[in-house]
């Protein structure tokens, strides 16, 4: 979906800045639109570099779904489907470990967008907790339902009572302790490798020193997942011990240190090898993981590809 022209006729000196207004808003239009038609959503909400002004090509598109609590579980199993539909999102959503706790979960979108892969950060809440999370990080409000027989809906949604908040609450916590299998790793190779990317070329060097050494914890991950399955450990942990009893497990860990003797802030070339490296090693012990998104990756680093041309 695109707009391609403005919601009304612009005067002369509206023009330039319509012109030249960030793509993301094109794409954060379409949001609107599109999950503003969904009965389950109650409000839509900013945040990040657009809602203060300062979005350039690389920013994200932040957006805050607020949900009815009875109907969050749902929409969540649900999303992936609307966001690919909708959007032609490149890659499931990657579910976000970097955000704060803001009362729901969130999720990150690859979505290829005029030549560009534009990162999607999406945040579902729970409708009877959004007024909360509005208090913590000041986010503006985009769209609100309206009801016809009290207008715009400000509070939390009558049905959303005690029960249907707790049994949300409780799927939103085992959402985030559900352990990732082999092809969610690949998913988060991806987007991080995404992120990194970024902000190597933007020179945020804390920033991508903190993605890289996530990126290194997917790679152990993986490594973990296919080869130890039913580890009772975890992190880094007995890795040695557990991993390097084979000949194969031997190989991967020296892959792995391959990838922690190099440099903490990698330029976008060596940012590209970490993933490559994460790849390889996935397809090799869990071919399987590398077969079911064989699509995605080529479409991934199709795009990767045009943006280091560009």
């Not at 027989?149 to 049905?159: I, K, R, V």
């Amino acid at each position: 979906m695109t707009t391609t022209t403005p919601p009304a006729p612009l005067s002369p000196l509206e023009e330039p800045a319509y012109a030249h207004r960030p793509p993301q808003l094109t794409v954060l239009a379409d949001l609107v639109q599109a999950l503003s038609g969904i009965p389950a959503v109650t409000r839509l909400l900013v945040r990040g570099s657009l809602a203060t002004g300062t979005a350039d090509r690389l920013s994200d598109v932040d957006l805050v779904v607020a949900v009815r609590d009875e109907r969050l579980p749902a929409l969540m199993g649900s999303l992936d489907a609307v966001m690919s539909t909708e959007f032609g999102t490149l890659l499931p959503g990657w579910r976000d470990t970097i955000v704060g706790d803001l009362g729901g979960a969130g999720f990150v979108y690859l979505l290829p967008h005029d030549g560009h892969l534009l990162q999607l950060d999406l945040y579902l809440c729970p409708d009877s907790a959004v007024d909360a999370l509005r208090r913590r990080i000041g986010p503006g409000l985009l769209w609100q339902e309206t009801r016809p027989d009290t207008g715009p809906h400000p509070h939390p949604h009558p049905d959303a009572d005690a029960d249907a908040q707790g049994e949300t609450a409780a799927e939103l916590a085992r959402t985030a302790v559900a352990p990732a299998n082999c092809p969610t790793l690949l998913v988060q190779a991806m987007v991080l490798h995404a992120m990194l990317r970024k902000r190597v070329l933007r020179g945020q060097e804390y920033i991508a020193y903190g993605l890289l050494h996530q990126l290194h914890e997917t790679c152990r991950d993986v490594i973990r997942t296919a080869l130890v399955p039913h580890s009772r450990h975890h992190g880094w942990y007995h890795l040695p011990d557990e991993v390097g009893r084979t000949t194969i497990g031997r190989e991967c860990l020296a892959g792995l240190t391959d990838a922690l003797s190099g440099p903490p802030v990698p330029t976008v070339a060596q940012a590209d090898q970490a993933l490559e490296r994460i790849v390889r090693l996935t397809g090799w012990i869990a071919p399987h993981a590398v077969a079911a998104l064989s699509d995605e990756i080529t479409a991934y680093r199709f795009y990767q590809s045009q943006e280091a041309q560009a």
